[in-house]
């Protein structure tokens, strides 16, 4: 069955606030938050439908702006929703279709129940869409000063630690070097995770990064825990959602310098797979450079991540 093509709006107030309508009695997901908008109708582009939807739906003029993020769901029903800021709109919203809205802080979006789909702009626009994944050490002190540059650099917000080579021959040279990045990476205020390792994450109170091998694990081994997780298949996926990781990285999408010669999966299949578990935030991974975001966005990811896009030397 042809999916069902959607366009959304993020429409702001002065106070920066996002506004968000309450699915009615009687439509599927009664009850759940979303962002306003619609169906797109045959020969309408995404922007035309936008329009209309918020002009029949809250009685608004609405100029539309940059694509935010498309997101595409197979189930609980197959659909595509194409979400847009709203640059500016004429005219005060109301309910026109009898349904409740809301205006809601940036910060408070994620406690507002919503359908699968419209979890990932929550985390589009909250949450950074580029992750930095450190390679593995030569130097400590070389290595950390590249680090600083790279976060600099690119203005980066999200971090995984991993060296495993590194870790496996010299793990308390690398639990130190990792305890002063941790540590010098939330003094930025900037979100930090281990690569697999348990106990790493407990001691120094940041997020633990899955390796795929351990998504099979007991669940009680995470309890209390931060996690995310790297995956390759849509049953990975499915595992990640069911440990409720924050989000997940996914790929490779691209050849990359470490594995020479193997092709990537590519967007198409990322698109696919990602399809399977709407709801989680998801980075493309393999091959990816800063300025794939917006392809990236354009398939459903929050953003990429990679190691040799945004490590300095």
């Given amino acids: 069955m042809k999916p069902i093509h959607v366009a959304a709006g993020v429409i702001r107030d002065v106070r920066g606030r996002i506004l968000l309508a309450r699915r009615t009695q009687g439509r599927d997901l009664a009850g759940r938050w979303e962002f306003p908008g619609g169906k797109v109708e045959q020969g309408e582009t995404p922007e035309q439908a936008l329009q209309r939807e918020l002009q029949e739906e809250l009685g608004i003029d609405a100029t539309v702006g940059e694509a935010i993020i498309a997101v595409p769901q197979h189930a609980p029903k197959a659909l595509t929703l194409d979400v847009y800021e709203i640059k500016s709109y004429r005219g005060a919203p109301r309910g026109l279709d009898g349904q409740a809205l809301a205006w809601v802080p940036p910060d408070k979006l994620a406690q507002y129940p919503m359908p699968p789909a419209d979890g990932p702009v929550v985390a589009a626009l909250r949450q950074p869409d580029r992750l930095l994944i450190t390679p593995e050490p030569g130097d400590a002190d070389r290595w950390l000063q590249s680090l600083q540059s790279a976060v600099t650099r690119h203005d980066i917000r999200c971090v995984q630690l991993r060296a495993p080579v590194f870790a496996s021959a010299h793990p308390d040279a690398w639990r130190a070097l990792a305890g002063q990045a941790s540590t010098w990476l939330r003094e930025q205020d900037i979100d930090c995770w281990i690569n697999g390792?348990?106990?790493?994450?407990?001691?120094?109170?940041?997020?633990?990064?899955?390796?795929?091998?351990?998504?099979?694990?007991?669940?009680?081994?995470?309890?209390?825990?931060?996690?995310?997780?790297s995956c390759h298949s849509v049953a990975e996926l499915e595992a990640a959602a069911g440990l409720g990781c924050a989000f997940t990285l996914l790929g490779p999408v691209r050849e990359t310098r470490s594995h020479p010669g193997v092709a990537g999966i590519g967007w198409g299949a990322f698109r696919e797979m990602r399809a399977h578990v709407p709801v989680l935030p998801v980075y493309a991974l393999g091959g990816m450079e800063s300025e794939d975001v917006a392809i990236a966005r354009r398939n459903g990811a929050q953003g990429v991540a990679a190691i040799r896009a945004f490590w300095s030397v």
């Fill in 197 to 229: 390792d348990a106990a790493f994450a407990r001691e120094f109170g940041i997020g633990l990064h899955l390796r795929s091998s351990q998504l099979a694990s007991a669940h009680d081994d995470f309890n209390g825990m931060r996690l995310a997780a």
